[in-house]
């Protein structure tokens, strides 16, 4: 079992930085594979970002790629989302969630936290 817990969500202008984090519980953390997903109102969750179980390989959707960076301490049973050059566009809930061994579709997922609402103003 792995529990995930995100923060570091609010409101930001456009152009903007936010750092969001996801604590998980549970010794097995690093065996898991880490993606991010987000949720606007009326729209399908979808794939932000994931990390390997090592940090060695990261994906990114189009849409976030050269902006968004995820990252992960092992240490700290911590995945990290930077999101730099913040559009209106990717306002929405970030989700951040855990699979093993490897995966891109929110389906896949096994573990998921409850949110944090991101918020980007024009």
């Known amino acids: 079992q792995v529990q995930l817990v995100e923060s570091g969500g609010g409101l930001v202008q456009a152009g903007g930085s936010l750092r969001l984090s996801c604590a998980a519980s549970g010794r097995t953390f690093s065996s898991y594979a880490m993606g991010w997903f987000r949720q606007a109102p009326g729209k399908e969750r979808e794939f932000v970002a994931a990390i390997s179980w090592s940090g060695g390989s990261t994906y990114y959707a189009d849409s976030v790629k050269g902006r968004f960076t995820i990252s992960r301490d092992n240490a700290k049973n911590t995945v990290y989302l930077q999101m730099n050059s913040l559009k209106p566009e990717d306002t929405a809930v970030y989700y951040c969630?855990?699979?093993?061994?490897?995966?891109?579709?929110?389906?896949?997922?096994?573990?998921w936290g409850q949110g944090t609402q991101v918020t980007v103003s024009s």
């Open positions: 969630a855990a699979t093993q061994p490897w995966a891109t579709g929110w389906a896949e997922y096994d573990y």
